[in-house]
């Protein structure tokens, strides 16, 4: 399936929801509107993550989207990290702490995923498919013929193993203080 608006990407529609959170739990604490450098610092961050998400979709390179997705990832830590001072100051419950973060998380896991559409675009020419090609546009189709991973490809799986969860980072050190 071809996606032709960044609206159809399931990491900014992870993105989008993450802001909703995030909105919504500072609309339940009054202390927390009131705080106004972290609730715009957080705010940010969050709407930060759906709009890199699009901005780079439109982009006309893969490498300038890569790097969007590389800033919306930062942006989701960004969150995550606010998020301990909101608990820290009392503004959040640990329910709602865990429920944002675990979005921001997820988000951030999409991203390698959602890079999958970089094939999306059609004004890519196929270079390994070219009819003036001595072999022939045929030669993709051979059975003995397996799939090399292109460059980008393998640049996602990377970034996939860096995003997710660190075994080594203690729960209990990891957890909020209330």
Not at 29 to 38: E, G, M, N, Y
Not at 61 to 72: H, I, N, P, R, T
Not at 110 to 131: M, Y
Request: proline share 6%; hydrophobic share 35%.
């Amino acid at each position: 399936m071809k996606l032709s608006r960044f609206e159809d990407l399931d990491c900014w529609k992870e993105a989008r929801q993450l802001t909703r959170q995030v909105y919504e739990a500072i609309g339940l604490s009054q202390a927390w509107q009131k705080d106004l450098r972290l609730c715009g610092q957080i705010q940010a961050a969050a709407v930060s993550v759906m709009a890199n998400i699009a901005e780079g979709f439109v982009r006309h390179s893969d490498k300038e989207f890569v790097q969007f997705l590389f800033v919306a990832m930062a942006s989701a830590a960004e969150v995550q990290s606010h998020l301990y001072v909101a608990v820290d100051q009392g503004y959040l419950a640990k329910e709602m702490f865990d429920s944002i973060y675990a979005q921001a998380g997820k988000t951030s896991r999409i991203f390698p995923v959602s890079l999958s559409i970089l094939e999306r675009k059609p004004h890519r020419p196929d270079r390994r498919n070219r009819p003036d090609r001595p072999d022939g546009p045929d030669r993709r189709n051979r059975p003995d013929r397996r799939k090399r991973p292109d460059r980008l490809s393998v640049a996602l799986v990377r970034i996939a193993n860096q995003v997710t969860p660190r075994k080594d980072c203690a729960r209990s050190a990891c957890q909020p203080r209330h």
